[in-house]
């Protein structure tokens, strides 16, 4: 059977709009049919049920473009490792899917809709389980790491630093996900701060947010000596290396990758011109401001400009993190990489290409924090 990406949208069209109630039957589904699975997931499903309906409605729409959605699912099985997912619970979740999308989308469904369902998720839950496979020959599943710095920055910000128990690769730019002793079973997303260093250790930036599990016990309830679980290493706002000038955008804690790849310029030997646009809401959230002056003074080819939206009084660059970048200079021709709030994230690329910067020149992830 051959794939059917229209049927299969089609059908999930009708889905999408009644995402909340479909995610909730399916995870009943689930547990109601293999109670045993139940321990596998965090106690609170709430975020659970956004991420499958998030991972779902990735897959169900790029299933027209094999090459992105292969490389998805492969970082997507190999993620799942650590979890302790094996090729038998691909079945259970297959048949728990295969219930609700029949049950959500009665109105359209038949027997060609069913195989275009069965035929997708099959060949999507081969790439996972393959690339798991392939993985597991090579990595761990997960790392355990050490507190090893913990410096609060204001009072929700904390810049943490992890050692490592084995090496865990990675490219600048990426991030992990974090289990804390606190919250078993629950893990968020968090960019690592620093390029690789060769010696295990590496930096995050958090932000306590209000009903944050993670993150409120990272920036509040963690210290010295304590031990987090990390998994894989994942994302594409990755290293361009093509030699030419750079755009960065920062919003809050998005300085993360940011800085990343900054340093790993810094480390490549190539000098293009940076601009860093380091955006907060108010001067005392610039956290990590003190660290960037001290690059840009050793480097002189790298420019950081600080910005603060709410903050009248502020004597520095005033406004909008990304008007301020639109207001600036014509960014055409450059690498840029843009990291922050969402909306943020979307308000500058939409500026970007309005200004005449192709979206193939700029790099951006979608990660999801908390809550
Ligand atoms: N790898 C990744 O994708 C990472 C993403 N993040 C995300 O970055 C965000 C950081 O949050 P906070 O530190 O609380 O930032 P924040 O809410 O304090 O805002 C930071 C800056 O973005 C600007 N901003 C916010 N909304 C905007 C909009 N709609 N248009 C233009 N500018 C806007 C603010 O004025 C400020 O300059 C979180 O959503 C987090 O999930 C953080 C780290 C890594």
């Not at 473009?65 to 997507?76: I, K, M, R, T, V």
């Not at 701060?193 to 250790?201: E, H, L, S």
């Not at 306590?208 to 987090?228: F, K, M, N, Q």
């Not at 790993?264 to 646009?277: D, K, T």
């Amino acid at each position: 059977m051959s794939l059917n990406p229209r049927l299969v949208k089609e059908s999930f069209a009708l889905i999408e709009p009644v995402a909340d109630k479909a995610a909730a039957y399916f995870y009943g589904r689930l547990f109601a049919e293999n109670p045993h699975l139940r321990g596998m997931f965090p106690p609170a499903m709430d975020v659970q049920r956004d991420r499958l309906f998030g991972a779902l409605t990735r897959i169900v729409w790029s299933l027209d473009s094999p090459d992105g959605l292969a490389a998805f699912l492969g970082q997507l099985g190999r993620d799942h490792r650590k979890y302790g997912v094996v090729a038998e619970h691909y079945t259970a979740i297959g048949n728990a899917l295969l219930a609700t999308v029949r049950r959500f989308a009665a109105e359209v469904w038949d027997a060609e809709i069913e195989a275009a369902w069965v035929t997708a998720y099959t060949a999507a839950a081969n790439i996972m389980i393959e690339s798991a496979d392939a993985d597991a020959g090579v990595s761990p599943a997960w790392w355990l790491a050490e507190v090893i710095g913990h410096e609060r920055r204001t009072p929700d910000i904390a810049v943490i630093t992890l050692r490592l128990d084995r090496d865990l690769p990675y490219l600048p730019g990426q991030y992990v996900t974090v289990q804390t002793a606190r919250w078993p079973r629950v893990w968020r997303t968090f960019s690592i701060a620093n390029a690789p260093r060769g010696d295990r250790t590496i930096r995050l930036h958090v932000r306590a947010v209000p009903g944050g599990w993670v993150s409120t016990a990272l920036v509040e309830h963690t210290r010295i000596g304590d031990t987090v679980m990390l998994g894989p290493a994942l994302g594409t706002m990755t290293p361009a290396d093509s030699g030419r000038d750079i755009l960065c955008v920062a919003g809050g804690t998005g300085l993360a990758p940011i800085k990343a790849i900054v340093e790993h310029v810094i480390g490549s030997g190539l000098r293009p011109a940076v601009h860093l646009l380091y955006g907060a809401r108010r001067a005392c959230e610039l956290y990590d401001l003190t660290d960037l002056i001290r690059m840009e003074s050793a480097f002189p080819w790298l420019r950081v400009l600080p910005v603060v939206s709410e903050q009248p009084g502020y004597d520095g660059v005033r406004g909008r993190l990304t008007e301020v970048m639109e207001r600036l200079r014509s960014w055409a021709g450059h690498d840029v990489y843009v990291c922050g709030p969402a909306a943020m994230v979307d308000d500058a690329v939409r500026r970007l290409q309005r200004n005449g910067v192709p979206l193939t020149d700029i790099r951006r992830d979608v990660v999801h924090g908390e809550p």
